[in-house]
Nanobody
Framework: QVQLVESGGGLVQAGASLRLSCATS????????MAWFRQAPGEEREFVAA????????YYTASVKGRFTISSDSAKNAVYLQMNSLKPEDTAVYYC?????????????????????WGQGTQVTVSS
């Protein structure tokens, strides 16, 4: 069974940077895409960024474009989220997710329902 383990969260001031990591463990099955989602208190879990492996397209929600970058290390089966110029509204639990379904419409990779394996989450808190 594939497991995802996030790390790298923490408490930072506005304007700082953090790098989240997501490591894959267990029985490794090639995924078609991996993504980061986040959930703030009292809010729905929302899409942040995704990367598809066959064509390496990347997708970002509008609020993080230009500040966040998703990347991967195939040798380590890991995916990362570099977060720069953090804002208090970025405060949330960040989840890593993997999709083992190929969607011709890549919009599905920006939806919660597009992913079948999830990590436990890592807290990111940005103070003003």
């Amino acid at each position: 069974q594939v497991q995802l383990v996030e790390s790298g969260g923490g408490l930072v001031q506005a304007g700082a940077s953090l790098r989240l990591s997501c490591a894959t463990s267990g029985r490794t099955v090639s995924s078609y895409a991996m993504a980061w989602f986040r959930q703030a208190p009292g809010e729905e879990r929302e899409f942040v960024a995704a990367a598809t492996w066959n064509d390496y397209n990347t997708y970002y929600t509008a609020s993080v474009k230009g500040r966040f970058t998703i990347s991967s290390d195939s040798a380590k089966n890991a995916v990362y989220l570099q977060m720069n110029s953090l804002k208090p509204e970025d405060t949330a639990v960040y989840y890593c997710a993997a999709s083992h379904t190929y969607y011709t419409d890549h919009n599905y990779y920006t939806e919660n329902e597009g992913y079948d394996v999830w990590g436990q989450g890592t807290q990111v808190t940005v103070s003003s």
